[in-house]
C-alpha cells in the first residue's frame, strides 16, 4: 500500500470513529456526558486537521487545479456548517429540525 491509500484509509477510519462516537453520543440524550461529547469533538478536530494536512501536503506535490480547489472549498465550508450545527445541538434551547438534518 503507498502513502495515498493509507490517509485515504486513515480518513474513513476517523470519519467512522466521529459517526460511531456521534451515534453513541446521541444514545446518551441530554444532558450530554461531558467525556463522550470531548471525545466526539475532539475525533471531529483531529480529523480536520489530518484532512487539512493531507490537501496541503497534495497541493505542494501536486498543484490542485480549479475542480480540486472548489471541491476542498465546498468541503471545509461544509465541515464548517457540521461544525456549528454541532454546536447548536449542545446547547439547551429546542431548535428547527433543520438543524439537527444538517450535523
Same mark, same amino acid.
Given at each position: 500500500?503507498?502513502?495515498?491509500?493509507?490517509?485515504?484509509?486513515?480518513?474513513? /477510519?476517523?470519519? @467512522?470513529?466521529?459517526?460511531?462516537? #456521534?451515534?453513541? &453520543? *446521541?444514545? %446518551?440524550?441530554?444532558?450530554?456526558?461531558?467525556?463522550?461529547?470531548? /471525545?466526539?469533538? @475532539?475525533?471531529?478536530?483531529?480529523? #480536520?486537521?489530518? &484532512? *487539512?494536512? %493531507?490537501?496541503?501536503?497534495?497541493?505542494?506535490?501536486?498543484?490542485?487545479?480549479?475542480?480540486?480547489?472548489?471541491?476542498?472549498?465546498?468541503?471545509? &465550508?461544509?465541515?464548517?456548517?457540521?461544525?456549528?450545527?454541532?454546536?447548536?445541538?449542545?446547547?439547551?434551547?429546542?431548535?428547527?429540525?433543520?438543524?439537527?438534518?444538517?450535523?
Amino acid at each position: 500500500m503507498d502513502a495515498t491509500q493509507l490517509k485515504v484509509i486513515g480518513a474513513g /477510519l476517523f470519519f @467512522l470513529l466521529i459517526f460511531l462516537s #456521534g451515534f453513541w &453520543l *446521541g444514545r %446518551t440524550g441530554k444532558p450530554y456526558r461531558p467525556a463522550i461529547f470531548n /471525545l466526539h469533538k @475532539l475525533i471531529g478536530l483531529a480529523t #480536520g486537521i489530518f &484532512l *487539512g494536512v %493531507t490537501v496541503y501536503q497534495v497541493h505542494r506535490l501536486t498543484p490542485l487545479g480549479p475542480a480540486q480547489t472548489a471541491a476542498t472549498a465546498t468541503s471545509v &465550508l461544509l465541515f464548517a456548517a457540521d461544525v456549528a450545527a454541532g454546536g447548536l445541538l449542545s446547547i439547551d434551547k429546542p431548535l428547527p429540525p433543520a438543524v439537527s438534518k444538517v450535523h
